[in-house]
């Protein structure tokens, strides 16, 4: 080989290397600018802070809470300052009360205002902890690690539907659970969120950032419900159309799955806990729209309320049919979801608060 050739050689494998090199982080920093997860600091990140359509409640519901916490505890500066300065209270965060229950259950608990909740309970403070396609195993997993990290978790309100019972989707970086669950180590979660592959998700959140009108807003760090802001905006500016493209007049029924046993299974693990923690702990049915009755089939319905009952051991509100009416897509955003001004009638029912004002409430 001669002296040219061996030059060449060197020139093209110092290249390859540094477009490797470039390639191999160029994944970590989109991950961290983009920041479609929203696990990465603000500072450097592109677009306001939790309007990511893929932000991850699980991951930062729990570091929130853990870190007021922390925030909290007696040694710390922020709390000493508060006890200094309790004259001026109102203005240190420091001194807002750590949110000691908690609204839990899948995305149609999302939804809930946790003012709604505190009414009925006017001595705790609720935060909304609810997850989209939130399980069992994950709700117990976020509880124990709150607990272990001194959240206190005095009263707990779960609102449920047999989906949560039938759900086999596979589900991405975007509803990993945090590292104090008892998961990968902190580390190498973060090792996990630099390298995930995240295009397509990424790609949605530029859009976003970019268009300055975001499809959903998560209050993290205030009450932890998230807003359907791209829904309520084309209500706002077509409500029939927008009942066209969410009900279909043509829409073909569907069977649902079969019941996934082990979620019941993770579910008495749950309600076991919660006993022996002696959280004050209320269940109820959650409103389902007819598609999803028809869906599920009333024996099966039943069948599901029963086997409720029986783990939770003590009475359970029956929600399902409390917004089916003629005008029944009126009280839903889509099949699933119903509509958040709709949250107060469904907490009075979960709760059996003041039912001799249904009727006016509907």
């Avoid at 989109?30 to 696990?39: D, E, G, H, I, K």
Wanted: net charge neutral; hydrophobic share 40%.
């Amino acid at each position: 080989m001669t002296a040219s050739s061996i030059g060449s050689f060197n020139v093209y494998w110092k290249a390859a290397l540094v477009a490797g090199g470039l390639a191999a982080w160029s994944l970590p920093v989109w991950n961290v600018v983009v920041n479609p997860y929203q696990v990465f600091k603000a500072k450097y990140s592109i677009g306001e802070r939790y309007t990511a359509s893929t932000t991850n409640e699980r991951f930062l519901k729990v570091e929130y809470l853990l870190n007021e916490a922390q925030a909290r505890s007696p040694a710390t500066p922020g709390a000493i300052a508060a006890r200094i300065n309790n004259g001026n209270e109102a203005g240190n965060p420091s001194a807002r009360p750590l949110p000691d229950a908690f609204i839990v259950g899948s995305s149609i608990m999302g939804l809930m205002d946790p003012g709604l909740v505190n009414r009925y309970f006017p001595d705790r403070h609720f935060y909304n902890l609810a997850f989209l396609a939130a399980k069992p195993d994950e709700i117990l997993a976020s509880l124990q690690a709150l607990k272990r990290g001194g959240v206190p978790i005095k009263t707990l309100v779960y609102g449920l539907e047999p989906i949560a019972f039938t759900d086999r989707k596979t589900y991405g970086p975007a509803y990993w659970l945090h590292p104090e669950t008892g998961g990968p180590s902190r580390q190498r979660v973060a090792f996990d969120y630099l390298f995930a592959p995240s295009l397509a998700d990424g790609l949605s959140r530029l859009v976003t950032a970019i268009g300055g009108q975001p499809s959903v807003r998560y209050d993290i760090e205030g009450t932890g419900r998230y807003v359907l802001e791209r829904y309520d905006r084309e209500i706002k500016a077509d409500h029939a159309a927008f009942m066209r493209r969410q009900f279909p007049v043509d829409a073909q029924p569907v069977v649902a799955p079969p019941w996934i046993e082990s979620r019941f299974e993770d579910f008495h693990k749950l309600v076991q806990w919660l006993k022996e923690e002696q959280v004050e702990t209320r269940f109820y049915l959650n409103p389902l729209h007819p598609y999803v009755i028809n869906a599920y089939g009333e024996n099966r319905l039943a069948a599901f309320k029963a086997k409720i009952a029986g783990i939770t051991g003590q009475g359970l509100e029956d929600c399902t049919q409390l917004l089916n009416r003629d005008d029944v897509n009126q009280q839903f955003y889509d099949y699933k979801h119903f509509l958040p001004e709709k949250a107060n009638l469904v907490i009075s029912c979960g709760l059996q608060k003041d039912q001799s004002n249904f009727k006016g409430l509907l």
